[in-house]
T-cell receptor
Framework: EAQVTQNPRYLITVTGKKLTVTCSQN?????MSWYRQDPGLGLRQIYY???????DKGDVPEGYKVSRKEKRNFPLILESPSPNQTSLYFC???????????FGPGTRLTVL | GEDVEQSLFLSVREGDSSVINCTYT??????LYWYKQEPGAGLQLLTY?????DMKQDQRLTVLLNKKDKHLSLRIADTQTGDSAIYFC???????????FGQGTTLQVKP
């Protein structure tokens, strides 16, 4: 089954404790993105990647890092999480030049 | 800059039509999308329209695009309680895979 998976789905952590949210897609898509969703703000792009070893900042990259060492994986790293990073995070992927973006199920992160 | 705007809330009675509106600013978008998010769930692509089309119909869903006014709407005919969700309008932005989302419209369907 074609899908985007994220882990963990739920995470409660404390300020400053490094964490990684994994994202994996099995569709051999070139493009992958991370978004965060906050009430009243919709979804905002954090980082995106157009292929292996090619990443770039989205609209709200501060406090986040990403890597794209393999085509299927695009982890989101929070080196020193802060409470303002409490949010719902979505990973997405799509083929280059395609009109359809596939979203993962979301990761709800709470930073205390 | 790029911006997508939606009203935040819409309430309708079961069986009525719902119309959710969206305005956008980037006239170079190729596709415009409607996503549905049910409570506690991820995003489901409902439908999309190519920017050179005026209308697209898919069962109970009708998308209207007024490119001159940069206005997009989603009409749901015979709205059901299962249609209660948040609906996001989004436009694509260049070839980076980036989508610009509106704030989301919460649709409440009353029995």
């Amino acid at each position: 089954e074609a899908q985007v998976t994220q882990n963990p789905r739920y995470l409660i952590t404390v300020t400053g404790k490094k964490l990684t949210v994994t994202c994996s897609q099995n569709m051999n898509h070139e493009y992958m993105s991370w978004y965060r969703q906050d009430p009243g703000l919709g979804l905002r792009q954090i980082y995106y990647s157009m292929n292996v070893e090619v990443t770039d900042k989205g609209d709200v990259p501060e406090g986040y890092k990403v890597s794209r060492k393999e085509k299927r994986n695009f982890p989101l790293i929070l080196e020193s999480p802060s409470p303002n990073q409490t949010s719902l995070y979505f990973c997405a992927s799509r083929e280059a030049y395609s009109d359809t973006q596939y979203f993962g199920p979301g990761t709800r992160l709470t930073v205390l | 800059g790029e911006d997508v705007e939606q009203s935040l809330f819409l309430s309708v009675r079961e069986g009525d039509s719902s119309v959710i509106n969206c305005t956008y600013t980037d006239s170079s978008s190729t596709y415009l999308y409607w996503y549905k998010q049910e409570p506690g769930a991820g995003l489901q692509l409902l439908t999309y329209i190519f920017s050179n089309m005026d209308m697209k119909q898919d069962q109970r869903l009708t998308v209207l695009l007024n490119k001159k006014d940069k206005h997009l709407s989603l009409r749901i005919a015979d709205t059901q309680t299962g249609d209660s969700a948040i609906y996001f309008c989004a436009e694509d932005s260049g070839n980076t895979g980036k989508l610009i989302f509106g704030q989301g419209t919460t649709l409440q369907v009353k029995p």
